[in-house]
């Protein structure tokens, strides 16, 4: 089974300040996305990717399929980038009925003004 | 506004009591999937429907059942609910493997 383990748990930053959440899973992939979730809120999907970068306005989600690590970031944060980030993984075995995403636990954010 | 709509918001049941959360969706989406959320956990998968008519358990599905009723809807049924099973349940759709997911808003459930 594969491991997904995100760092940190937790952080504060003031606004303005460059972003960075790590996400590390311990056997190959075949993709990882990666996700937000406000509080009390729905999951929404950032990115899903198999190599190289990504960019969606102020966030850049980058993987390194070598070093089994991706890390999401945020430039020129902004109070409302205050969530839940969470990284998840499909494995290669993945296969059968199961759809093999294994999830971390999050990166709560908070962006403070 | 198309997505995942999911039904109720939030639910109190004593245990031993049955419910049905709903779930639709109107992407034209071959994968639906519930998930639950618990505090200090990632989203595990409780079951997972890969096309209409078929559906296999994931990581968590003792206690629930599933139906895929058509394309578009996909319920999760407590039969007995348990003090346990108090969560956050997600569903989502996906095109399929190599595609990113939609999630509803959730439903909170509270099993006392």
């Known amino acids: 089974k594969n491991e997904v383990e995100q760092s940190p748990q937790n952080l504060t930053a003031q606004e303005g300040e460059f972003i960075t959440i790590n996400c590390s899973y311990s056997v190959g992939i075949s993709a990882l996305h990666w996700l937000q979730q406000h509080p009390g809120g729905g999951i929404v999907s950032l990115f899903m990717l198999s190599s190289g970068k990504k960019k969606h306005g102020r966030l850049i989600a980058t993987i390194n399929i070598q070093e089994k690590h991706s890390s999401l970031h945020i430039t020129a944060s902004h109070p409302r980038d205050s969530a839940v980030y969470i990284c998840?993984?499909?494995?290669?075995?993945?296969?059968?009925?199961?759809?093999?995403?294994?999830f971390g636990k999050g990166t709560h954010l908070i962006i403070q003004p | 506004n198309a997505g995942v709509t999911q039904t109720p918001k939030f639910q109190v049941l004593k245990t031993g009591q049955s419910m049905t959360l709903q779930c639709a969706q109107d992407?034209?989406?071959?994968?639906m999937y519930w998930y639950r959320q618990d505090p200090g956990m990632g989203l595990r998968l409780i079951y997972y429907?890969?096309?209409?008519?078929?559906?296999d358990k994931g990581e968590v599905p003792n206690g629930y059942n599933v139906s895929r009723l058509n394309k578009r809807e996909f319920s999760l049924r407590l039969e007995s609910a348990a003090p346990s099973q108090t969560s956050v349940y997600f569903c989502?759709?996906?095109?399929?493997?190599?595609?990113?997911?939609?999630f509803g808003s959730g439903t909170r459930l509270t099993v006392v």
């Open positions: 998840a993984v499909r494995s290669f075995d993945s296969g059968g009925g199961a759809d093999g995403l294994t």
């Open positions: 429907s890969a096309s209409e008519g078929t559906t």
């Open positions: 992407m034209n989406h071959n994968s």
């Open positions: 989502a759709s996906s095109e399929g493997n190599s595609y990113g997911y939609t």
